[in-house]
């Protein structure tokens, strides 16, 4: 399938089951989503593997950030959860926003090469990302903001994709405006 492909067919899986790709795999395909565009090459991201009471313990920090009781079930939806954190360098060259999309640039790629290597995968944000007690829970230093997770299962046999509309590219696309305006 060619990156062409694999853009188009692009699909998130709000529901994941059964088992996640392997550490080993994760390492193969997070070597190649890590030759994203990187000014400087900073490389300004990090990803934390969270498995089994990974999750637990996420949902608890996830209750704390809500002032819930109970701990969140969210991350108890995939087997595999990625955290995609931005780690900001030092750098008089490339702005905090950059360094953030490289890692957002990451956490995408890697999206879709796990759903070409058949994962099925969602990226989860929300507001409790930038809580304290969730940056706790996944040892954020105080260059890092967490940019979400990816979660990641096998796709079940029974459901289908979230459907993603279609884009009308020409409605993006513009020339840049004459001097006359």
């Known amino acids: 399938m060619s990156a062409y492909e694999a853009a188009l067919a692009r699909q998130s899986w709000s529901k994941v089951t059964g088992d996640g790709?392997?550490?080993?795999?994760?390492?193969?395909?997070?070597?190649?989503?890590?030759?994203?565009a990187d000014h400087s090459s900073l490389r300004p991201w990090r990803l934390i593997e969270l498995r089994g009471d990974d999750r637990v313990r996420l949902g608890k920090a996830i209750a704390k950030a809500e002032k819930?009781?109970?701990?969140?079930?969210?991350?108890?939806?995939?087997?595999?959860?990625?955290?995609?954190?931005?780690?900001?360098?030092?750098?008089?060259k490339v702005p905090h926003w950059e360094q953030e999309a490289v890692a957002a640039?990451?956490?995408?790629?890697?999206?879709?090469?796990?759903?070409?290597?058949?994962?099925?995968?969602?990226?989860?944000?929300?507001?409790?990302?930038?809580?304290?007690?969730?940056?706790?829970?996944?040892?954020?230093?105080?260059?890092?903001?967490?940019?979400?997770?990816?979660?990641?299962?096998?796709?079940?046999?029974?459901?289908?994709?979230?459907?993603?509309?279609?884009?009308d590219a020409e409605a993006f696309i513009s020339r840049m405006p004459s001097k006359k305006q």
Do not use: C
Request: net charge positive.
């Open 21 to 36: 790709p392997t550490h080993e795999e994760l390492v193969r395909l997070v070597a190649a989503a890590g030759r994203v």
């Open 68 to 92: 819930d009781r109970h701990p969140s079930s969210k991350p108890m939806r995939a087997p595999v959860l990625i955290a995609v954190v931005a780690s900001f360098q030092k750098s008089s």
């Open 105 to 167: 640039g990451v956490a995408h790629t890697l999206s879709l090469l796990l759903d070409e290597a058949g994962w099925g995968v969602f990226w989860r944000t929300g507001g409790y990302t930038r809580s304290k007690p969730v940056a706790k829970a996944h040892g954020l230093k105080k260059n890092e903001e967490l940019l979400g997770w990816l979660y990641v299962g096998e796709k079940p046999a029974d459901r289908k994709p979230s459907r993603r509309k279609s884009v």
